[in-house]
T-cell receptor, first 112, second 116 residues
Framework: SQKIEQNSEALNIQEGKTATLTCNYT??????LQWYRQDPGRGPVFLLL?????KEKRKERLKVTFDTTLKQSLFHITASQPADSATYLC???????????FGTGTRLQVFP | KAGVTQTPRYLIKTRGQQVTLSCSPI?????VSWYQQTPGQGLQFLFE???????NKGNFPGRFSGRQFSNSRSEMNVSTLELGDSALYLC???????????????FGPGTRLLVL
């Protein structure tokens, strides 16, 4: 069956460290993968999009990788700050569906 | 530029009632998608509208319906509410329809619906 899996357990890290979140997918062949941030009580906010022919994408302290062989995307936040605490969602669009499918998200908690 | 707005923000209904939620997309955006978010199921796609036409629909019963107006504003309706319909309903807009997964979606703050 088709699945997008993100670690459901919260990730707790210390301020200044690098946070790494994982998104694994099964039985999809997406051309793009997106990452969003969601704060409690708010809608998701788009962060980054990576194409299948891109190995890595960066934006300020954020870095996303996309391994179509492993069917995995990694999302890194370097020099993490308490303000980075939120739930991070990955999303992809299965071929020929025109529907954006989201993972269940991983909650990141950065403590001082 | 104003973001996506949704009204109402909070709603309490009882089983069997119906509800209408409204979404105003970012100015110039022509595509509106609706999602249901629950702790157990995460964010699930309901439907997408573009140019007043439903382009796509998720796996939800016919009690869930929507429409889009000529100004791109959209409404979704849920009839015969069930307890399981309690959720955060999110609307997202984009310039063009989602196709291939490269279109960025801009989400509203959501409508929190509680069915008693």
């Amino acid at each position: 069956s088709q699945k997008i899996e993100q670690n459901s357990e919260a990730l707790n890290i210390q301020e200044g460290k690098t946070a790494t979140l994982t998104c694994n997918y099964t039985n999809y062949s997406p051309a793009y993968l997106q990452w969003y941030r969601q704060d409690p009580g708010r809608g998701p906010v788009f962060l980054l999009l990576i194409r299948e022919n891109e190995k890595e994408k960066r934006k300020e302290r954020l870095k996303v990788t996309f391994d179509t062989t492993l069917k995995q995307s990694l999302f890194h936040i370097t020099a993490s700050q308490p303000a980075d605490s939120a739930t991070y969602l990955c999303a992809l669009e299965p071929s020929n569906t025109d529907k954006l499918i989201f993972g269940t998200g991983t909650r990141l908690q950065v403590f001082p | 530029k104003a973001g996506v707005t949704q009204t109402p923000r909070y709603l309490i209904k009882t089983r069997g009632q119906q509800v209408t939620l409204s979404c105003s997309p970012i100015s110039g955006h022509r595509s509106v998608s609706w999602y249901q978010q629950t702790p157990g199921q995460g964010l699930q796609f309901l439907f997408e509208y573009f140019s007043e036409t439903q382009r796509n629909k998720g796996n939800f019963p016919g009690r869930f319906s929507g429409r889009q107006f000529s100004n791109s504003r959209s409404e979704m309706n849920v009839s015969t509410l069930e307890l399981g319909d309690s959720a955060l309903y999110l609307c997202a807009s984009s310039l063009e329809p989602t196709g291939g997964g490269q279109e960025t979606q801009y989400f509203g703050p959501g409508t929190r619906l509680l069915v008693l």
